[in-house]
């Protein structure tokens, strides 16, 4: 059965303390692998999408890596506003857009 | 621009009540999607239109009726829900079967009293 896993649960960290979400797979015919991040009451909003293993991509304190099996987002030196539920969603390769989210990591950062 | 807008952003209706969420989307995708999503739980998907059709129905009540009328909007038609059906409501745009993000809106808080 196709499973998507984040760890951990809840992050809990102190303003500029780094530290890595993880996000594990396995389904069939992965077609691309996304991050999102959502704020209470809010939508998902676009971080990264990843495609094959060995994959990095980079957006201010976030960065995204890719293997085959898991994904990882590292936060460097983190601040009070980065604050959110960060979501990982894998495309199925249904041959139409279906979207599996993981559980996500609520991450709070402390000033 | 990658905005897709959602109103109303809350609805409170009853349970014989009939009301419509829409969804609008000015980025050219032909591809729109209906979430539910509970309360501390990921988006669970409901529907998929791909080039206004249907593609995906996820075995949705009936009391849910998808429309979409043009590539632009997506509508969701809601009939004697139940007090279990409140949740954040999502719609979502990406480029048809292309594996490429989706973009969401901001949902719509639906409270079924």
């Known amino acids: 059965e196709d499973q998507v896993t984040q760890s951990p649960e809840a992050l809990r960290l102190q303003e500029g303390e780094s530290s890595s979400l993880n996000c594990s797979y396995t389904?069939?015919?992965?077609?691309?692998l996304f991050w999102y991040r959502q704020d209470p009451g809010k939508g998902p909003e676009f971080l990264f999408t990843l495609y094959s293993a060995g994959e990095e991509k980079e957006k201010e304190r976030l960065k995204a890596t890719l293997t085959k099996k898991e994904s990882f987002l590292h936060i460097t030196a983190p601040k009070p506003e980065d604050s959110a539920t960060y979501l990982c969603?894998?495309?199925?390769?249904?041959?139409?857009?279906?979207?599996?989210f993981g559980t996500g990591t609520r991450l709070l950062v402390s000033p | 621009d990658t905005e897709v807008t959602q109103t109303p952003k809350h609805l409170v209706m009853g349970m014989t009540n009939k009301k419509s969420l829409k969804c609008e989307q000015h980025?050219?995708?032909?591809?729109m999607y209906w979430y539910k999503q509970k309360a501390k739980k990921p988006p669970e998907l409901m529907f998929v239109y791909s080039y206004e059709k249907l593609s995906i129905n996820e075995s949705v009540p009936s009391r849910f009726s998808p429309e979409c009328p043009n590539s632009s909007l997506l509508n969701l038609h809601l009939h004697a829900l139940q007090p279990e059906d409140s949740a954040l409501y999502l719609c979502a745009s990406s480029t048809p079967g292309g594996g490429t993000e989706a973009f969401f809106g901001q949902g719509t808080r639906l409270t079924v009293v």
């Open positions: 389904v069939s015919g992965l077609r691309g």
């Open positions: 969603a894998v495309l199925m390769n249904t041959g139409f857009q279906k979207l599996v």
């Open positions: 980025m050219g995708h032909r591809a």
